[in-house]
């Protein structure tokens, strides 16, 4: 491509708005332009990256016995009802209606639209296993949309889908699926960290994020540096020790005035904060029309964690309580506790149901109970770990310190199970004559995020620094004054040679170019000028090197495959080495 005819323009500042490297970056390059929030234009540079991580993908998902097909982002709202997400997933899903007034979606994901597939095709266990997968826009209506390409509305996703006669065969499909991963990203030049997650709203058993390590991440991830246990945030356990044993004593109430946290109460008391009852209430709304009142109870040294929260009370969504619904139920905010209420379900965190002789509130404004114990003097409608992790926290598997991480989600893999087969009647007739349900995985890949994470971890203070695998363009071709016509002649040579080049013809003073140049950051610069031509040489230089050298004219193209195969070659190793198992 000659930069002269190249649709879209370099910036030399980006956006006042725009805070995230990989944004200012994206923009300044001309990968990518804003047409509203979370929705976003690829330029033709911008394009050409996401059909080179695009082909990666592809051959690691056809590696694997792919098949790739493409499903509508248009779903009629049907098979959604079926699944029973329509009630489930809230305004994140975009619902309309089409002109004979029948209820459509736009897909955040395609189970629904595979399944209703699956329950046309699939009739025989011969049929079975069968892997299939698309490249195709989502929608997701987030209500924050931020940082670029990493949080947006509109988006690019591989989505695949594996379909089992049973168990074992899912579990191998999901084992190829989270090696092919590791082998996609380090193809990419990213190492990624693969972590346990909760399975959300595409329901199932197991589940793996796969998690790009950077401090703009929106995902906290519990790590053990000691035996490798790792897991997001949403799902991590810890080691609890068991508390001493001791008699229970009765229960006293005692005046606790101006005392509604945690930490007035243990300061006034003088006690150690593991020696209270946190009260916590939420609201859970369960579908549309269904809310109800829970009273999260925990010990006072650990917070909830309102994805184990949500999944113990069966919840889509969890929103703080009001104070008009706390003292609906007979309940004092800031001296709640779990005695005497009503019309409430109370979730109780296991370190409730272990510590003796707790401080609790008394429902009474300026009281709390000493000695409240679980079982004596209330229960809970669940007992169930909904405690957050945190650093420092005892490893749950060999009780070192948990560390904390911060991630982008790149990718994910669930194990479906038949949570899909059964509600859509995706049934299949073994070799045995009976009828069973198509055993089901999807795994995801966000193309957009994975481009943005990329430019987020290869730049320096000129621009990008594109490893060459995902490169736009591999090699950077710049013609100064006096180089034109061999300028010209070796544009034309490195296109034969099968190179993708952009040619710089436009010009422009030298630091104007080579700032563009440095900017779009292609792994390979060559440089012709009056200068380069009286020594019968090109100038080149490597964009993640400093300095610059010579190469003969006539030896310029094969010193470029040279350093093209050097480039590639420590991906390509990366790309070989067998991840751990997923666990």
């Given at each position: 491509?000659?930069?002269?005819?190249?649709?879209g323009?370099?910036?030399?500042?980006?956006?006042?708005?725009?805070?995230?490297?990989?944004?200012?970056?994206?923009?300044?390059?001309?990968?990518?332009?804003?047409?509203?929030?979370?929705?976003?234009?690829?330029?033709?540079?911008?394009?050409?990256?996401?059909?080179?991580?695009?082909?990666?993908?592809?051959?690691?998902?056809?590696?694997?016995?792919?098949?790739?097909?493409?499903?509508?982002?248009?779903?009629?709202?049907?098979?959604?009802?079926?699944?029973?997400?329509?009630?489930?997933?809230?305004?994140?899903?975009?619902?309309?209606?089409?002109?004979?007034?029948?209820?459509?979606?736009?897909?955040?994901?395609?189970?629904?639209?595979?399944?209703?597939?699956?329950?046309?095709?699939?009739?025989?266990?011969?049929?079975?296993?069968?892997?299939?997968?698309?490249l195709?826009?989502?929608?997701?209506?987030?209500?924050?949309?931020?940082?670029?390409?990493?949080?947006?509305?509109?988006?690019?996703?591989?989505?695949?889908?594996?379909?089992?006669?049973?168990?074992?065969?899912?579990?191998?499909?999901?084992?190829?699926?989270?090696?092919?991963?590791?082998?996609?990203?380090?193809?990419?030049?990213?190492?990624?960290?693969?972590?346990?997650?909760?399975?959300?709203?595409?329901?199932?058993?197991?589940?793996?994020?796969?998690?790009?390590?950077?401090?703009?991440?929106?995902?906290?991830?519990?790590?053990?540096?000691?035996?490798?246990?790792?897991?997001?945030?949403?799902?991590?356990?810890?080691?609890?020790?068991?508390?001493?044993?001791?008699?229970?004593?009765?229960?006293?109430?005692?005046?606790?005035?101006n005392?509604s946290?945690i930490?007035?109460?243990?300061?006034?008391?003088?006690?150690?904060?593991?020696?209270?009852?946190?009260?916590?209430?939420?609201?859970?709304?369960?579908?549309?029309e269904?809310?109800?009142?829970v009273?999260?109870?925990?010990?006072?040294?650990?917070?909830?964690?309102?994805?184990?929260?949500?999944?113990?009370?069966?919840?889509?969504?969890?929103?703080?309580a009001?104070?008009?619904?706390?003292?609906?139920?007979?309940?004092?905010?800031?001296y709640?506790?779990?005695?005497?209420?009503?019309?409430?379900?109370?979730?109780?965190?296991?370190?409730?149901e272990?510590?003796?002789?707790l401080?609790?509130?008394?429902?009474?404004?300026?009281f709390?109970?000493?000695?409240?114990?679980y079982g004596?003097?209330?229960?809970?409608?669940v007992?169930?770990?909904?405690?957050?992790?945190?650093?420092?926290?005892?490893?749950?598997?060999?009780?070192?310190?948990?560390?904390?991480?911060?991630?982008?989600?790149?990718?994910?893999?669930?194990?479906?199970?038949?949570?899909?087969?059964?509600?859509?009647?995706?049934?299949f007739?073994?070799?045995?004559?009976?009828?069973?349900?198509?055993?089901?995985?999807?795994?995801?890949?966000?193309?957009?995020?994975?481009?943005?994470?990329?430019?987020?971890?290869?730049?320096?203070?000129?621009?990008?620094?594109?490893?060459?695998?995902?490169?736009?363009?591999?090699?950077?071709?710049?013609?100064?004054?006096?180089?034109?016509?061999?300028a010209?002649?070796?544009?034309?040579?490195?296109?034969?040679?099968?190179?993708?080049?952009?040619?710089?013809?436009r010009?422009?003073?030298?630091?104007?170019?080579?700032?563009?140049?440095?900017?779009?950051?292609f792994?390979?610069?060559?440089?012709?000028?009056?200068?380069?031509?009286?020594?019968?040489?090109?100038?080149?230089?490597?964009?993640?090197e400093?300095?610059?050298?010579?190469?003969?004219?006539a030896e310029?193209?094969?010193?470029?495959?040279?350093?093209?195969?050097?480039?590639?070659?420590?991906?390509?190793?990366?790309?070989?080495?067998?991840?751990?198992?997923?666990?």
């Amino acid at each position: 491509m000659r930069m002269s005819q190249l649709f879209g323009q370099t910036l030399r500042e980006a956006p006042a708005d725009v805070d995230v490297t990989s944004h200012k970056l994206l923009v300044r390059a001309g990968c990518i332009r804003q047409l509203g929030a979370g929705v976003f234009s690829y330029l033709p540079i911008g394009w050409r990256a996401v059909e080179k991580i695009s082909a990666i993908i592809r051959e690691e998902m056809n590696r694997i016995g792919g098949q790739e097909l493409l499903m509508p982002v248009v779903n009629t709202a049907d098979i959604w009802k079926e699944s029973g997400r329509w009630d489930v997933i809230g305004p994140e899903l975009t619902r309309f209606t089409d002109r004979q007034e029948r209820d459509m979606v736009l897909a955040m994901t395609h189970e629904e639209a595979v399944s209703d597939l699956v329950r046309q095709e699939v009739r025989s266990y011969r049929q079975l296993p069968r892997l299939v997968y698309h490249l195709q826009t989502k929608w997701r209506d987030d209500p924050r949309p931020r940082a670029g390409l990493i949080r947006v509305r509109e988006f690019t996703m591989k989505d695949s889908y594996s379909l089992d006669r049973d168990e074992a065969g899912l579990d191998r499909q999901y084992d190829r699926h989270y090696e092919a991963y590791h082998r996609i990203f380090a193809r990419c030049g990213l190492d990624v960290l693969a972590v346990k997650s909760d399975v959300g709203m595409m329901g199932g058993k197991v589940a793996h994020e796969f998690m790009y390590l950077t401090p703009i991440g929106e995902d906290t991830l519990m790590v053990c540096p000691s035996c490798g246990f790792r897991a997001n945030r949403q799902v991590a356990a810890f080691r609890r020790d068991a508390p001493e044993r001791e008699e229970l004593l009765g229960a006293e109430e005692v005046a606790t005035p101006n005392s509604s946290t945690i930490e007035d109460l243990a300061r006034l008391l003088g006690v150690p904060k593991s020696r209270t009852a946190k009260a916590v209430f939420m609201v859970a709304e369960i579908n549309d029309e269904e809310e109800k009142l829970v009273f999260a109870v925990i010990r006072g040294d650990l917070e909830v964690n309102e994805t184990k929260l949500a999944n113990a009370a069966g919840a889509r969504a969890l929103r703080p309580a009001r104070a008009e619904e706390i003292a609906a139920v007979g309940a004092v905010p800031g001296y709640a506790s779990p005695a005497g209420l009503r019309d409430v379900e109370v979730i109780a965190d296991l370190s409730i149901e272990s510590s003796p002789n707790l401080v609790a509130g008394a429902n009474r404004e300026g009281f709390h109970t000493r000695n409240v114990n679980y079982g004596r003097d209330f229960t809970a409608n669940v007992v169930t770990d909904i405690a957050a992790a945190q650093a420092g926290h005892p490893c749950p598997v060999c009780g070192n310190p948990l560390e904390s991480h911060r991630g982008v989600e790149l990718g994910n893999i669930f194990k479906l199970g038949t949570r899909y087969s059964e509600a859509m009647n995706c049934y299949f007739l073994d070799e045995d004559g009976k009828r069973k349900p198509v055993i089901m995985g999807s795994y995801g890949i966000g193309v957009g995020r994975l481009l943005a994470s990329i430019a987020e971890e290869f730049n320096d203070e000129a621009g990008l620094r594109w490893p060459v695998s995902v490169a736009p363009y591999r090699v950077h071709l710049v013609a100064l004054k006096g180089g034109g016509e061999e300028a010209d002649a070796l544009y034309e040579e490195l296109l034969a040679a099968g190179i993708d080049v952009l040619y710089d013809d436009r010009g422009e003073s030298p630091g104007v170019m080579f700032n563009d140049a440095d900017l779009l950051g292609f792994p390979v610069r060559l440089t012709v000028s009056k200068r380069s031509l009286e020594a019968q040489s090109v100038e080149t230089k490597l964009r993640h090197e400093a300095d610059r050298g010579l190469v003969p004219r006539a030896e310029a193209v094969a010193w470029v495959v040279e350093q093209l195969r050097a480039l590639q070659a420590p991906l390509d190793a990366a790309a070989s080495r067998s991840p751990e198992t997923a666990g």
